[in-house]
Structures are given as C-alpha cells and as structure tokens.
C-alpha cells in the first residue's frame, strides 16, 4: 500500500510517500532527513504527536502557565491526555521545565512546565 | 538626555537577538525598550511547540525558545526597559520614549534597532457586512485569552484565514473542548505551513474550505452565526454558493502588519510589498544607523528566522558604530523576476566581503520549479524545488566571489522557472 504524507517533524513539511502493507512498512522516500523517515515509520504504525497546553497555576502570576509533553504521545490518547491535564494545578512558583505530570497516561511522557510563573 | 550606543526598539526575539549579536561584536552600552511588561514578545503566549528546530535543534514551545535568550541577557549588561513605549525617534537618533517610573525619556543613540514586529490585520479591514456582536476576534487575541489569561471565549467556532495563527487556534480550541466547524481561506492556496494543515486541521477532522470566505456575520449582542460563500477569481462572492454557519465566536487570521508607525515618522524609505523598511544585506534602511529586523521588517514564518535576521542586524549595527562598517558602498538592487513577490534584502553592497542570503517568498503556488539566481544576467544557480509556496519564506544565497565579481550598474535578480 501507498501513502502519502506531509512530514511535520519540522517546518519544512516534506512530502514523503511510504510504502507498507499488513506487517511492515517496505519503504520510505521524499524526506530529506532521518527524522523524516522516523516520522513516516510511526506514522503509519502508531501515530504519535507533542502535546502543548496549559495548566491552572495556584497563587501565580498568571492564572494558567502553558505546559508541554517532553516527548510525543500517541495521537489517540490526546484528549484523554487532555483531560488528565485539566483535573490538576499547580502551586506556584513555577518553574520552567519543572515536571507537572509524570508518565502521563502510561505513554512514558511526562508533562512539563514551558514557562515560569 | 541619555546616552547609548545602541537602543533596540522591541524586547522580542528579534530584539534580543540583535542586542545580544550587537553586544558579542563589542558593543558598549546597549538599551532595549519594550513595550509589554515582559520580555519575549508574542512567544509568550505563543505555546505550541515547533520553535527552535532550525536554531537549536530541538523542539520547543514559544516561551521556552524566549527563555533562551531573556538568560542570556541576563549575563551580559545589557539594559532593559519594559512597560516602556517608544513613541518617536529623530533624525539624529534621539529615541523619545514613555514609562510609568521614568516619565518621558529621551535617548541619544549612535545605532537604533527597529525590532518591533507586526500585529495582525482586525476585522475592519475586510468587507464584511454584520453587527458588531461580541464573540468576533482575531485568532491571536483568542490565543492570548486561551493561553495567558486561561479562559475560553467560544464553543463553536468558524476561523476566517489559513495563516499559521489561525491553524494553532483551531487545534487549540479544539483540544480544550470547543468544536471548530470549518477554516475558511479566501484564496485557492492555503496561506499556512503545510505542516500545521496536516497537525492542526487534518488530524481533528477539520475542514479547510478554499477559496471561501465570509460575508456576513448575525447576532445582535453575541454573534449567533455567519453566513460563508464561495468565491471566483476576483475574490468576489458567488450568488447562491451562500451557507449559514451557526458558531459564538469568528476568528480572523487574515493577515499580519510589520508595525512601522515609528519608521515611517523617521522617512525611511519602505516595501510596499513587504511593509516593511527597505534594508542593504547588514539590514541597515537609507537612514544611517537605523537598522531593522524580524517581523516589522517582513513578517516570516519561522522564529528561527527571525533570529538569524536579527543577529545580521545587531552585527551591522556594531560595525556601524565600531566604524567597521566596509570602507566603499555600491549598492546593487535585488529584483524579483517572475514568480517572486518580493525579496529582502531589497539592495546588497558588493563591497561587503561576505555571502549574502536573499529571502523571498513567491507569489503562488508551484511545483517542481526552479529556483534561478542571476546576477549582471549571468545565472548564477538554479534550484530544483518539489513545491514553492507564498505561505514558506524561500530563501537563495549569493557567494561572496559572484559579489566580489559583480558590475557597479549591475542587477541581481530572483525568479521562478517552470
């Protein structure tokens, strides 16, 4: 089978065709990177994304500080991720890259603070 | 009256970027005046990741990349001013400016660094008949309201525009619960990265329509619905291709302003295309030591970008004031050839001993095209490239021995070859 993709490892946005059937992906041209033949690989066997959002701060600056996962998570549990995110708060003061939320999920990312507050 | 060497309007990444550069190349005393009460200008509400791929080779979130270079700047001397609002700058570089603890300020500057950015086009600038019903913004007000001030001004939602703000906001809104029924782009192309398309719209299952646009919104105190069409090619609304939409909030991403209120008050000679100062390779524009940099000067794609324009500008600005500029300036123009819409910068001294990178972005889309470079007639390269899009910033780089070469009447020019 043949599929094509838009890469979005960065903002280059390679259009790589894959070539895959039931057991293993065959082949993968047009990227013009490792990481864009990374990217086609999963995304044929398990679509993965990062994940960018923000979390209630308690006594901060701000009433929100924004948050990121440190590695992608599967695509299909975002929204469950999502709403993991949004039952908890943080104390401030915040700092950036202080872990808010370890192993989210079981999916082996954790979700960390992108700024201070 | 004070006095520095060197004031940077705007503490965003391409001020500090140019302050920083500046400072490294030897420069004294340095002053940044922001307007905002932080550094970081807009990455900081900016929180999608994608920043930084190209400069630091890792993935980060907009304040993370700011963060970078606010430590940075933590470790040299230079002086930061926020809540600090440049209202003018003279003909001698005298930087008048306001804020709460200092009062009014003037400030006598050899170099000045314009490093304001853009904001984005409001709805008052498109044709567009309805009400005036709360719930109707443009997507970066509804990304401030989302990712600063953590709340969420819609439910349902229909975005006017493809541009890469817009695209961040449907995915953002998306994934805190609000349902984005469509993106409508009034052009046949998408005016967006491809690869926010694909993350933002495609894997939420949102329609991107083409060549459509909306006509008319409804609701009297809270908008209640719009009213879409399809467009021809003048861009003008089709008779009976009208749809009602029922949403709370419209978002417009219709475009981005380099803010340039400062500039044209000094008279330097602007782009009518790119908005922005008119600039030689360093990034200087006609008025001597008045240089200009990131979005206020042409509005880019890539924060990446940004900084790498910046640090041309802060090193310009240092050679200015060292007096290292190169002792002989001919100015050749840079012309865009067919396919182009504009390049930046629009002139190079060939006297300048380095490489010199042209960016430019076509006019529209196209495929397997080349990219050719001529200078005084002569093709200097010629790049095959498998798309070409007005939504990515392109850009082709003259070697400094084909300057070096080149004829004092001579002309380098940029065009695309199908």
């Not at chain 2, 984005?120 to 709360?134: I, K, Q």
């Not at chain 2, 008779?239 to 219709?254: A, H, N, Q, R």
Request: hydrophobic share 40%; net charge negative; proline share 4%.
């Amino acid at each position: 089978m043949i599929r094509e993709l838009t890469c979005v490892a960065c903002p280059l946005g390679c259009a790589i065709t894959v070539d895959y059937n039931d057991t293993e992906v065959l082949s993968v041209t047009g990227n013009t990177c490792k990481r864009g033949d990374a990217y086609a690989r999963t995304e044929i066997v398990n679509p993965t994304r990062s994940l960018a959002t923000t979390v209630k701060v308690n006594g901060g600056v701000h009433p929100v500080v924004p948050v990121r996962s440190n590695k992608p998570i599967p695509k299909k549990m975002m929204f469950e991720c999502m709403k993991t995110i949004n039952s908890v708060s943080v104390d401030a003061p915040v700092e950036i890259g202080q872990v808010i939320i370890q192993d989210i999920l079981g999916t082996g990312a954790d979700i960390i603070a992108a700024n201070y507050d | 009256m004070i006095n520095y060497d060197l004031v940077v309007i705007g503490g965003g990444p391409a001020g500090m970027a140019a302050a920083l550069k500046a400072k490294e190349c030897g420069v004294g005393s340095i002053l940044i005046l922001e307007r905002a009460e932080t550094l970081g200008g807009i990455l900081e509400q900016c929180i999608h990741t994608g920043f930084g791929l190209h400069y630091f080779g890792e993935e980060l979130s907009g304040p993370e990349y700011a963060e970078r270079f606010i430590k940075e700047l933590k470790t040299t001397d230079i002086q930061v001013k926020c809540d600090t609002m440049a209202l003018d700058i003279s003909e001698n570089n005298v930087v008048t400016a306001v804020n709460k603890t200092d009062g009014l300020l003037k400030i006598q500057a050899k170099a000045v660094i314009l490093a304001m950015g853009c904001r984005e086009r409001p709805r008052g600038a498109l044709e567009m008949a309805g009400t005036r019903a709360s719930g109707i913004m443009t997507a970066g007000t509804a990304q401030k309201y989302v990712n600063i001030d953590g709340y969420m001004p819609g439910k349902e939602v229909v975005i006017l525009g493809s541009g890469d703000i817009g695209l961040i906001m449907a995915r953002r809104m998306t994934l805190e619960g609000a349902k984005v029924k469509v993106v409508c782009e009034i052009m046949p192309y998408s005016g967006g990265l491809t690869r926010n398309i694909v993350q933002c719209l495609d894997d939420f299952d949102i329609p991107l329509r083409l060549s459509t646009t909306v006509i008319e919104t409804h609701g009297k105190d809270r908008l209640e619905g719009v009213t879409i069409a399809k467009v021809d090619e003048k861009l003008q609304p089709i008779k009976g291709t009208e749809e009602y939409i029922p949403c709370d909030t419209l978002m417009l991403s219709v475009g981005l302003i380099p803010e340039n209120e400062l500039t044209k008050n000094v008279g330097i000679e602007m782009d009518r295309v790119t908005n922005g100062a008119v600039v030689d390779e360093m990034r200087q524009t006609d008025h001597k030591g008045i240089f200009a940099c990131g979005n206020v000067l042409h509005v880019h794609d890539l924060v990446d970008y940004v900084t790498l324009e910046s640090q041309l500008a802060g090193q310009g600005a240092a050679e200015y004031i060292l007096n290292k500029q190169p002792k002989e300036t001919v100015y050749v123009s840079t012309t865009t050839g067919t396919g182009v819409r504009y390049l930046v910068p629009q002139r190079v001294n060939i006297k300048n001993p380095n490489d010199v990178k042209l960016y430019f972005r076509v006019g529209r889309i196209f495929k397997n095209a080349k990219v050719v470079l001529e200078c005084d007639g002569k093709v200097i390269s010629s790049k095959k490239k498998v798309k070409l899009a007005p939504g990515e910033m392109e850009n082709v780089i003259i070697p400094a021995d084909v300057l070096a070469s080149m004829n004092e009447s001579g002309v380098i020019c940029v065009r695309v070859e199908e």
